[in-house]
């Protein structure tokens, strides 16, 4: 390492200090006008920046409806509108946000996609195999989880944004469902049926295992890198949180006191940067205070559901199970609990939601489709 | 304002103002050009564009003349601005290497501008760091040629010291792979 460090020390100084600019005199003189031009163009620019600016906050200013909450962030304008509905691989399940495009875990097809987010097509399939359920982007990687197969792919994603190499990791249980989050330079994998998190070394890729997630089902990471999981004990769902990112040490468990319910399937738990989200097969939503107890909740519907939070607001997509494959998305504030707008309806068994700067991104497991979504005042 | 600055009249105090400004930054420029070049160049390999990016970087720091009283913080400005240009760039050189490889079949990729005088080895290693993903490589010209410690590269990338610590160890481990032969002093 020492005969590394050497040679990158000496190697980059030798470029460096060899290197002399072509002409720094004209430069100085193209700098200083090109500077003039500048400020010239800014005092001009800025008047008339500030011209539109006045205009549009005359323009946008919301009526006094006591329901509408309607902050500068645009999601939380009142009515949600599909604007775009992708065609993607089949079954699709999945969802997250990265850098360079949206990626989709295809359930039906053993592929994983990577949507454009400005054209609005699919940009990249890649094929993973297998079954692969659930997605989670970290800083360098995509990370897929696979229940049937035990197995977590590891995509390598290139610097231009798309995918480069795979490296597929086992995660030493039988058949389980695999919930995964990324967060705290690591990728973590709750086996529902043993109820264990792993966590996998986002550089390493070495794998620590900590049994205190107590029939953890569910995990989610949360601004400071702590995961959270959803699990079981003595017959009632529980909230643990691992200290500091690490599965070696625990803090207190958190028990909800029987108000989450007593089934272990099909729930999803999201933090947020004040509170914990829970939604539940029962159609509720619930949010909790990270010590504990429930402090807000509301009847949603549906039988199966995913959950997201994004700057402050919580995203849930509902779906009832029906023939027609009808859902709901809502949206809660995670500072008040409050419901946010009017939640939209939607079709074709919406599954899984995303939600980042680029808009809202739900998966429909049975349209085979991807719907982007952005919110409007009318 | 003194007595001769009131009786030249306003238009006379702003052409002053305006040549002692001018003056101030050319000044700014003649300290900062050639480091930044230097330390663009490195991680470009390509000297007319290490040029244009810190021309382009001292452009944007220094337009507005209140961002300059802060002379103590140019360093970390300019060399801030100077590496978001860089890493920008090479993103922006990457998606058009991808779409020219699907246009292109087979076309050589541009090789960096190196002296042709340049020790074998530190060619290599150079080249080496030139293939690392833009964070890595940023990281580790700020590590080994601007011999920044952990915690000023974590400010210059805007990230936290686990992530610049992480990204050295990702791009060390990818150079001792790719430098084997360099590093055990074999031929390549």
Redesign the interface.
Known sequence: ?R???R????????????????D?AA??Q???E???R??FT?SFGSAAAAATAIALIVYLTPASDPDVRRPALDVTSRFLTVTESIPVGDAPSGIDIGEAGVWVANSGDGTVMRINQTFNEVAETVDVGGEPDDVAVG??ALWVADPNRSVVTKVEI?????AAEQTEIEVPLPQQHLDIAFGG?AVWVVAATEGILYRID??TDAIDRWDGARLASDVSVDGDGVPWTLGRHQGRRIITPSAEANVTSSRVITDASGDLGTTRANADLAAGAEHLWVSLNTGRVLMLDPGGPVVAQHDVGGSYTGISVYRGLVWAVTGSGDDQGSGMLTRFEDGTGDRVGAPLPLTGRPFDVAVGRTGIWVTHNSSDSVSRLRATSD | VGAHALAEGPLGLMERSEHAR?EA??AL??AH??PL???A??ILGD??VA?EMV?EA??KT???WWRIRDLDAADAYLRRAVINLCRSR??RR??E??VNATVHHGEQRRRPD??PE??E???I??EA?LKL??RQRAA??L???E?LPEAQIADVLECSI??VK?QL??A?AK??KT?GP??TGGER
């Not at chain 1, 040679?7 to 072509?22: E, I, N, Q």
């Not at chain 1, 290139?158 to 798309?162: N, Q």
């Open positions: 390492m005969d590394l460090d040679l990158l020390r000496d190697s980059l100084k030798s470029v460096g200090d060899a290197f002399a600019p072509s720094p430069a100085r193209r700098y200083v090109r500077r003039r500048r400020l800014m800083e360098d290139s610097e231009a944004g798309g330079d986002a550089d | 001018d930054v050319a420029f003649d050009y050639a070049c230097r330390l160049y490195v000297a007319a040029e021309m001292l452009l220094f337009s507005g090479i993103r990457a998606i290497a991808r190196w002296d340049m020790h080895t530190k060619r290693v150079w760091v993903p833009e580790v010209v590590r080994y040629f011999d686990g992530t992480s160890s990702k060390r150079l001792e430098l360099a590093l």
